[in-house]
């Protein structure tokens, strides 16, 4: 028998394929490209840094398929950064004219209660 170094254990099954190699099939897979949040930024945040985002997105499968694979990563991870950017700028703006109008509400109170 073949197997006769191994003592004990069974011999494989026929037909039996190797594991796959660690990644896949089809070597390592490509960082996340973050395109869908830097498309859902740009519209629903921040314009300018959202059209910052979608430009390092777009870069990431390209310079993965071209073999670039640290260029890939530092575009992924700049695409994710500028998307939150763009998040965060929203939600500041967002709260700062919620105080702003409270404000102007509270000043618009006073002043039409000090008339009466």
């Known amino acids: 028998m073949a197997y006769d ?3 004990g254990y069974p ?3 026929p037909g039996a394929f190797p594991p796959p190699p660690p990644g896949g099939p089809f070597g390592p897979t490509p960082p996340n490209n973050h ?3 830097a ?3 740009t519209v629903l945040c921040c314009l300018p840094l959202g059209v910052v985002s979608i430009v390092y997105a777009t870069q990431v499968n390209s310079k993965w398929a071209a073999g670039d694979y640290q260029g890939a990563m ?3 991870e700049s695409a994710k950064k500028w998307w939150l950017a763009s998040l965060l700028t929203a939600l500041v703006l ?3 004219y919620i105080i702003f109008v409270v404000v102007l509400g509270a000043i618009s109170f006073s002043t039409s209660a000090s008339l009466d």
Request: net charge neutral; charged share 0%; glycine share 0%.
């Open 39 to 41: 498309i859902v930024t």
């Open 11 to 13: 011999p494989p099954p």
């Open 74 to 76: 530092a575009a992924s």
């Open 5 to 7: 170094n191994n003592p």
């Open 94 to 96: 967002f709260v700062l």
């Open 35 to 37: 395109l869908v949040m």
